[in-house]
């Protein structure tokens, strides 16, 4: 166990550190990662963690996965995508489209959008921006290479958008991997963001910041929540997660769209 205290000093160490403010994020969940850090690294103290974050910035950059979860699936909650291809793509511009995937973790719902705005015609006019604060879960998404038991897992919502497909259309398969097709990451641009913090100058038409805010507490959710209603277009949609629970600040910038699927639209200004 780790108590309050223990916690706070170790926020505050980070903060010193590496000018990352965790100190509004949910603190029951940032306390079991903190927990499941110190386990993995054979701990028992908190003492000892603090000091290897304050002398590892490559530790600290790993153990961020840890602190955060990321945690992400290809067609995760098929239902979306389905509303997005049949619903709210037709009513987006079709010379050019901008989406943002803000805490896009290793990549699986970057590259699904990929499929459905290619099953749309969209691909080839749309640019994709997708962020974490994960180094590490960058990198895996930048390499676009997954295990096939993994895949395996991903097959029943991956069927229930493409019924008459399979995952080989959009993988290259060697021994135990598959590494996704280079036409699908063509238009996609990764990078590191911190969505507490940093800002971001681009204008989107779509936003998905799914089952992210579910780590913040009410204070951190409106920050994040004016800078996304920020970088949406007029009418652009927001998507969140099934687990996200839509503040009362944040119903005074979006109208709900779609219940079932968690849309939602920039408010007319």
């Keep these: 166990m780790i108590s309050d205290e223990e916690?706070?000093?170790?926020?505050?160490?980070?903060?010193?550190?590496?000018?990352?403010?965790?100190?509004?994020?949910?603190r029951t969940s940032l306390k079991r990662g903190i927990v499941r850090l110190m386990m993995k690294n054979h701990m028992e103290s908190s003492i000892e963690l603090w000091s290897k974050v304050l002398k590892d910035k490559a530790f600290f950059d790993r153990a961020i996965d840890d602190l955060l979860v990321n945690l992400t699936e290809l067609?995760?909650?098929?239902?979306v995508w389905i509303k997005l291809r049949d619903d709210v793509f037709p009513k987006l511009p079709t010379k050019s489209l901008k989406v943002w995937h803000a805490g896009c973790s290793t990549g699986e719902e970057v590259y699904t959008m990929s499929f459905v705005l290619e099953e749309t015609n969209l691909l080839n006019r749309?640019?994709?921006?997708?962020?974490?604060?994960?180094?590490?879960?960058?990198?895996?998404?930048?390499?676009?290479?997954?295990?096939?038991?993994?895949?395996?897992?991903?097959?029943?919502?991956?069927l229930k958008f493409f019924p008459d497909r399979k995952l080989q259309d959009y993988f290259n398969?060697?021994?135990?991997?598959?590494?996704?097709?280079?036409?699908?990451?063509?238009?996609?641009?990764?990078?590191?963001?911190?969505?507490?913090?940093?800002?971001?100058?681009?204008?989107?038409?779509?936003?998905?910041?799914?089952n992210?805010?579910?780590?913040?507490?009410?204070?951190?959710?409106?920050?994040?929540?004016?800078?996304?209603?920020?970088?949406?277009?007029e009418g652009g949609f927001l998507?969140?997660?099934?687990?996200?629970?839509?503040?009362?600040?944040?119903?005074?910038?979006?109208?709900?769209?779609?219940?079932?699927?968690?849309i939602y639209k920039k408010k007319k200004e």
């Design 126 to 158: 749309a640019k994709i921006t997708a962020t974490d604060l994960s180094t590490s879960a960058l990198s895996k998404a930048i390499q676009g290479e997954y295990s096939t038991l993994l895949l395996t897992q991903y097959l029943v919502p991956f």
């Design 212 to 233: 992210v805010m579910i780590y913040f507490d009410e204070k951190l959710k409106t920050r994040v929540l004016d800078l996304l209603n920020q970088s949406l277009n």
């Design 7 to 26: 916690v706070s000093a170790l926020l505050v160490a980070i903060n010193s550190r590496y000018g990352l403010d965790f100190t509004n994020y949910e």
């Design 75 to 79: 067609f995760r909650n098929p239902d």
């Design 173 to 210: 398969y060697k021994d135990m991997n598959a590494t996704i097709k280079a036409k699908y990451q063509t238009n996609i641009a990764f990078r590191k963001h911190n969505l507490v913090i940093d800002p971001m100058q681009e204008k989107f038409d779509i936003i998905l910041c799914r």
């Design 239 to 262: 998507i969140i997660g099934y687990y996200d629970i839509m503040p009362d600040h944040g119903k005074t910038l979006f109208d709900l769209y779609d219940v079932k699927t968690r």
